[in-house]
């Protein structure tokens, strides 16, 4: 079992640059893959980017290519999303979540433990 836990959100003017980062507790950790979704108010939940467990294959969404990059350490049982060049529709919950399965990181319900979210809001 692993637990998630996001930090690095806020408030950043549009063309800034945030990090968020998924701290894991649980000694698997390199064992998963750790995807990162978001959530804007109204909207559906959709996939950001992820990150196989040995961080060698990455997977982004096609709105955040070449803007966003997902890293992971897992010494330090941590992922990361560098997020540059933002937009105001970029602004959403952001939460990371966890997966032991060889499977689609790109839908939300092949992840067994999810993060409490951290708000990012750009502004124009």
């Known amino acids: 079992q692993v637990q998630l836990v996001e930090s690095g959100g806020g408030l950043v003017q549009a063309g800034g640059s945030l990090r968020l980062s998924c701290a894991a507790s649980?000694?698997?950790?390199?064992?998963?893959?750790i995807g990162w979704f978001r959530q804007a108010p109204g909207k559906e939940r959709e996939f950001v980017s992820a990150?196989?467990?040995?961080?060698?294959?990455?997977y982004y969404t096609n709105s955040v290519k070449g803007r966003f990059t997902i890293s992971r350490d897992n010494a330090k049982k941590t992922v990361y999303l560098q997020m540059n060049s933002l937009k105001p529709e970029d602004t959403a919950v952001y939460y990371c979540a966890a997966t032991m399965r060889i499977t689609d990181y790109g839908l939300g319900s092949s992840y067994d433990y999810w993060g409490q979210g951290q708000q990012v809001t750009v502004y124009s």
């Open positions: 990150i196989r467990p040995n961080g060698g294959t990455t």
């Open positions: 649980g000694r698997t950790f390199s064992s998963y893959a």
